[in-house]
């Protein structure tokens, strides 16, 4: 017979949040509390569990109260057990899930409702047997229940969220037999996976590390089984249920890992306990145990790691007094209001890297973590922030690895989450804008920075030191460490004194010659009469912003005049390249089509016989992990000045001609993303970068080195177009402008290309006004160069129609795209699915949503609109269409399969993008669907993700306004007001930034909604 108590399974959880919690029942006789039946019910106990109710809560602070003939003694309510309680509320997400738990309020009334699930089990499974197997299971969150009840005080909310949790996911895996045989699985797992009490036989104070200790075990746990029946009722088809199970299972995986580890402490602390109960008895062993705590405390740091990418100079010299200095301003055990960072500014060459690397070394025992950040330009920041958060273990996914920007703002979270002392790096930040985006806000230490840029140094950090040359004397001092000269004799120490004042103390200068006099073995005494007889070789005095190439031309022609042909030709090469990661398959691929002299690189075996002698004379490196070759900055300076004119022009149009390998070519053909070679274009990114500083630094003008103009301006805009598909608009805009300024026919397919995209980046940052002059100017190009019938036209009259449709003229954006449709089935383009995308587009935006599924249809490559269709494409192109069927969905009414579609287009984009633009404006898209479905705390956490990524590039501003809106609003309608006034503020700012004839708009939707385009493609 069912018990009484057994009907309050069939009522739900409802407003139980509040109740009071529950009271003991002492015995006359015994003195003994026993917690009243209807909250915890003793003769459900295992028989080996019954002695655990012998256990008296103790120092509760309470006071018994009389009630018939028994005294009743009410624990307080912990805060602890609210805020666990909230959680699970939350991760329920929605007043849905909350009302169907039922009130079921022991293991014995999950068992007894056993027989109620059965009825709905599939026909010809035995489901209460399957049932019963997990009942001996369960004996041990029973367990685990029974000592939350004595230690705090079981109440029926806390009961129904473990009980009545199971109870619904047991119903709602009833209706398969697949998923029913899971769920038995996955809840037998969790329960195994609890800490395991023995019989208590004195009482359990609560230590503070031992109450929360519980809590967070109990958290996991009720949380787990709150994101269990959000997954069971979000998935009620058993097809996409099966398919998306996986996902339970790595979010059960990540629960047992947190339980064991909490379990760990809840045992360790119980027997700590129970000895201390004893102390006398346990006295010693106490002792040892607290020894070894407090050694471990002291030995076992959070996090160790280090990047440091030089070993310590063991003939570093002087700096004591900027040693000292950085020491007081980054001290850890000095107070500080703000970040402690300094900065060191000076020449290049003047030693500041050596200087950080000698602090770093000299501190590796007072920072847990020291991050060492190349901070040259934004590639280079990215690329170090990527290596560093691979290093932490912050990179979950292989696609991780390739996402700069997510690895910035990991980063930028953890060094603001951690508790782990840190220092960080950055070294040669020269570029302001870049380091902005990089900078911490806030962190557990310091910040020290590199720089030649006074405006680095001032703006940034709340201290800055100049670093000078060496004295005469401590130059020479330098020089005789270097030379390996430490009991130097008097005539030494004049030689080396005199040679100090020749280089005017430049530390790198000094260590070279230094080198070059050891490796030579001779004499001091020598070195000013040879380097003399050379002077004509080399500028008396350096020019402003060179890289001190009149100091060492001389000292490397020594090493330069045994080269053979083909390996001074490899070094005039690699002279061009970026000093750091020089492909060997740009080399061997990009030389294809060179003239004679360059006809070595073609063959490996040639290439590796010429790179052998820069080799062996230390000319070059090679990083053996990769195979990349590297070479010193000042290598290269001084290889470029020993160039004539006409060899400079020869060898720059050369490397030019081999990175023009790595990009597709969009001036001629259609050819839409390319995203199977974006492995090439990445390689061959930072080597056009310092191609393009080159150019810019050079006295006589680019045209001196830059013999092949057009080529030159062809490679910048292939490169643009890559940096366009991987939404790095800012950088694309800014070389695609130079490639303008050094073309000299601005009627050719190559102009068209250049202005085309920058119109393309102006629609896509939500300028699409000032997109349509560029692209219509474009349109008249092709149609001179190419005539009208061409389909390379429908291209462009693609981009005129988008930007008509995001400046409202949906007529003439109607007219544009139907051309174009015309021109490429006349044409039988294999383009003709984007015309049809663009269109179906404009048809949504006309409010015409089953014309525009009707248009979408007709994609060749999207036939049967199946999820594997759309993202084994590998195009980001594609994921446009995956969002756009997502919101033709929405207007159609179909609002789950919006959603789903939706989240597919977000993961697609997160996947193959990482966090930029087109990643934003999919996750607004899915925070604005659970929003319509009451999922407020998903929609908040997606919106407030939105913000933070948004602030990791310059691009993302309108997204963040937008996001920030939203946010707005949200805190508003739950009363939030401080937080909701506060997005306002940073929304409205941004509103005037950007678009300042909006600055006086009404605070509402449309107006963020223009910071935006309505289709991102």
Not at 124 to 130: A, E, F, L, Q, T
Request: include cysteine; proline fraction near 4%; charge should be neutral.
């Amino acid at each position: 017979m069912r018990h009484a108590a057994d009907n309050k399974s069939q009522q739900p959880l409802s407003n139980q949040w509040d109740c009071h919690p529950c009271a003991y029942v002492f015995d006359r006789d015994k003195e003994k509390p026993v917690p009243k039946r209807s909250l915890f019910h003793t003769h459900a106990l295992a028989p080996e569990r019954r002695p655990l109710m012998k256990v008296i809560a103790v120092g509760l602070g309470t006071s018994p109260l009389s009630t018939g003939g028994v005294k009743l003694r009410c624990r307080p309510s912990s805060p602890l057990w609210h805020r666990a309680l909230e959680q699970y509320r939350l991760e329920l997400q929605g007043a849905e899930n909350y009302h169907a738990v039922p009130n079921v309020g022991s293991l014995e009334e999950l068992i007894n409702s056993f027989a109620e699930i059965q009825a709905t089990t599939p026909r010809g499974r035995s489901g209460i047997n399957s049932l019963n197997r997990l009942a001996p299971k369960l004996k041990f969150v029973d367990d685990f229940s029974a000592v939350l009840a004595l230690c705090f005080g079981a109440n029926a909310t806390l009961t129904a969220a473990v009980w009545g949790s199971i109870r619904l996911i047991l119903a709602h895996a009833s209706s398969a037999a697949d998923t029913q045989r899971d769920v038995l699985d996955m809840i037998e797992e969790l329960s195994l996976s609890l800490p395991r009490f023995q019989v208590y036989e004195k009482t359990l104070p609560l230590s503070p590390l031992l109450q929360q200790a519980l809590v967070d075990a109990y958290s996991e746990i009720i949380c787990f089984y709150a994101r269990t029946i959000r997954f069971l009722r979000n998935n009620p088809h058993l097809t996409l249920r099966k398919n998306e199970w996986q996902t339970c299972r790595d979010d059960l995986s990540i629960t047992i890992k947190r339980i064991k580890r909490i379990s760990v402490t809840i045992e360790s602390e119980a027997d700590m306990t129970r000895m201390r109960n004893d102390e006398e008895r346990y006295k010693e062993v106490l002792e040892l145990l607290s020894d070894m705590k407090m050694s471990e405390s002291g030995t076992n740091k959070r996090t160790q790691y280090n990047n440091i990418p030089f070993i310590s100079n063991t003939k570093f010299s002087g700096r004591k007094d900027l040693l000292d200095k950085i020491h007081n301003v980054l001290n850890l055990n000095s107070p500080s209001p703000m970040l402690k960072s300094m900065a060191l500014f000076g020449m290049g060459g003047v030693g500041k890297t050596q200087i950080a690397v000698q602090y770093a070394y000299q501190n590796l025992q007072h920072f847990e973590v020291i991050l060492w950040v190349a901070a040259d330009n934004a590639i280079a920041i990215g690329q170090s922030f990527r290596a560093i958060a691979n290093g932490l273990g912050l990179l979950e996914t292989d696609d991780d690895q390739k996402d700069a920007a997510g690895a910035v703002w990991k980063i930028k979270n953890w060094l603001i989450t951690t508790k782990t002392s840190c220092l960080v790096i950055f070294d040669n930040a020269d570029d302001l804008s870049a380091i902005k985006t990089a900078w911490p806000e806030s962190i557990n230490g310091s910040v020290l920075l590199t720089t030649r840029n006074l405006a680095v140094a001032t703006t940034l950090t709340t201290q800055y030191a100049q670093v000078d040359p060496f004295s005469d004397s401590d130059g020479s001092d330098l020089l005789l460490k270097a030379v390996g000269l430490d009991n130097a004799t008097a005539s030494d120490a004049e030689h080396a004194l005199a040679i100090s004042r020749t280089f005017g103390g430049l530390p790198l200068a000094l260590t070279q010659i230094g080198g070059f006099i050891a490796h030579r073995k001779l004499p001091l005494h020598s070195f000013l009469p040879l380097y003399e007889r050379n002077s004509a070789k080399i500028d008396a005095r350096k020019a402003p912003g060179s890289d001190y190439e009149h100091t060492l031309s001389t000292v490397w022609d020594f090493a330069f005049k045994d080269l053979s042909e083909t390996s001074t030709c490899l070094l005039n090469l690699l002279s061009f390249f970026d000093p750091d990661g020089i492909s060997e398959d740009i080399l061997l691929q990009g030389s294809r089509g060179l003239d004679d002299d360059f006809s070595f690189l073609t063959d490996e075996m040639d290439l590796g016989d010429a790179a052998e002698d820069l080799l062996q004379a230390a000319l070059i490196n090679r990083v053996r992990e990769s195979a990349d070759f590297t070479i010193h900055r000042l290598i290269q300076s001084t290889t470029r000045k020993r160039l004539n004119e006409f060899d400079s022009r020869k060898y720059f149009n050369s490397v030019v001609h081999m990175l023009c390998w790595g990009f597709p070519d969009h001036s001629k053909v259609d050819i839409g993303h390319q995203v199977l070679a974006w492995g090439r274009c990445e390689s061959c990114i930072p080597h056009v970068r310092h191609l393009v500083e080159l150019v810019k630094k050079h006295s006589k003008g680019a045209s001196h080195i830059t013999g092949d103009q057009p080529k030159y301006a062809d490679l910048l805009i292939r490169c643009s177009w890559y940096l366009y598909e991987r939404e790095m608009y800012i950088i694309a805009r800014d070389m695609a402008e130079q490639a303008i300024s050094t073309m000299k026919d601005p009627k050719s397919l190559g102009y068209a290309s250049a202005i085309d995209l920058c119109g393309l980046i102006d629609l896509d940052m939500g300028q699409p006004a000032r997109a349509l002059e560029p692209f219509t100017r474009a349109l008249e190009i092709r149609k001179a160069e190419l005539g009208s019938e061409d389909p390379f036209i429908a291209y462009s009259l693609n981009n005129i129609a988008l930007a008509y449709t995001e400046m409202g003229e949906l007529g003439l954006a109607h007219a544009a795209h139907q051309e174009a449709i015309n021109l490429r089935l006349k044409a039988n383009s294999d383009r003709i699915g984007n015309s049809y995308s663009n269109m179906s587009s404009l048809l949504l935006r006309l409010n015409r949503p089953d014309e525009a599924e009707e248009m979408l249809a007709r994609c060749p490559s999207l036939k049967g609109f199946t999820d594997e269709i759309f993202i084994n494409t590998g195009n980001p192109r594609f994921s446009g269409d995956m969002v756009l069927l997502s919101r033709i969905r929405r207007a159609q009414g179909q609002k789950a399969e919006a959603l789903r579609l939706a989240s597919k287009a977000l993961t697609f984009r997160r996947k193959l993008l990482g966090n930029r633009l087109k990643t934003c404006d999919s996750q607004y898209d899915v925070a604005s669907m659970l929003l319509d479905e009451d999922h407020t705390s998903s929609a908040i956490q997606l919106l407030e993700e939105i913000v933070n990524i948004s602030e990791t590039f310059v691009e993302g501003e309108g997204q963040r306004a937008r996001a920030l809106y939203k946010l707005s609003e949200i805190h508003a309608r739950m009363d939030r007001h401080k937080e909701s006034d506060a997005c306002r503020d940073k929304a409205l700012s941004l509103l005037a930034k950007l678009r300042p004839e909006l600055k006086d708009a009404s605070f509402e939707e449309a107006s963020f909604s223009k910071l935006c385009l309505w289709m991102l493609w």
